[in-house]
């Protein structure tokens, strides 16, 4: 995906991530199905992604497609995404497939880390079945089987999987978009281990931490980030004094390594 593309995901994952309090599972849903029509409509496609025509226009356009058959929040993302550049005409297809895959990943992530690794050991176990047996290959890849086939041969292979498994294995084997199932379920582990990483904080230090100063930080965090973190602390003289801590893409930096580095730019400046 360009950088330009890359942007307007993160743009749209912004949004999405305000949007998955209420019901992220049928968020989900509904985006793998917006996904569908973008899918099989070349001509829009190339509409929604048309750069000399007006964002706002774009965004118009989508909206009144969708109007009444998806929910506000879905059209919202939806909208964004249309208004937003594209290079090239396949990625907002790839972002809408991106942004349904959190909504599902998430929709796990309501039963805490627990949820996020049960998901994980699932589609892991999965990608496995599918790898031990050629004959299930074959019927997973054959262009002549239906979807409802397909999933219902997919879901077979994981009995008793979550309704977040369920959901991304059965996108990844009725609608690979020209990949094979598997390696769509490898790409939704990732995003996975990525959403593992906001329930972890790695905190580094310029000395060890007590035992009651590493009570007061983790009750720190857990009431910041409104969850329970998992630790990790990193002894680093370097930083002079101070603390960094890193929970997914958030970074909060109140060493006095930093503050130093800062004034000095600020004196070049």
């Not at 496609?45 to 048309?50: E, H, Q, S, V």
């Not at 005409?89 to 790839?94: E, N, Q, V």
């Amino acid at each position: 995906m360009s950088r330009v593309s890359s942007e307007s995901l993160a743009q749209a994952q912004t949004l999405l991530e305000s949007k998955l309090g209420s019901n992220p599972a049928e968020l989900a849903k509904e985006l793998f199905a917006v996904l569908g029509i973008v899918d099989s409509n070349a001509g829009l496609r190339r509409a929604l992604t048309d750069p000399s025509r007006e964002g706002q226009d774009k965004a118009n356009l989508f909206s009144s497609l969708l109007d009444g058959k998806v929910s506000g929040a879905t059209k919202e993302i939806a909208a964004q995404l249309a208004g937003s550049r594209w290079g090239d005409p396949r990625d907002i297809g790839d972002a809408l497939e991106t942004l349904g895959a959190t909504a599902a990943i998430s929709s796990a992530e309501k039963n805490g880390s627990e949820g996020l690794e049960r998901l994980e050991d699932e589609l892991f176990s999965f990608v496995r079945v599918v790898a031990s047996s050629h004959d299930v290959q074959r019927a997973l890849d054959a262009p002549q089987a239906t979807a409802e086939s397909k999933e219902k041969l997919a879901f077979a292979l994981v009995p008793d999987a979550s309704e977040a498994t369920k959901t991304l294995i059965g996108q990844a084997v009725s609608t690979p978009r020209g990949h094979k199932a598997t390696d769509l379920v490898q790409s939704f582990i990732g995003l996975v281990a990525k959403r593992q990483q906001r329930w972890i904080a790695n905190v580094s230090v310029t000395r060890p931490l007590t035992d009651e100063q590493l009570r007061r930080l983790q009750n720190g965090l857990n009431n910041l980030y409104q969850r329970d973190l998992k630790i990790n602390v990193n002894v680093n003289p370097a930083l002079i004094g101070g603390i960094r801590v890193e929970v997914g893409d958030e970074v909060v930096d109140a060493t006095s390594a930093t503050r130093l580095a800062e004034l000095r730019r600020r004196l070049a400046s």
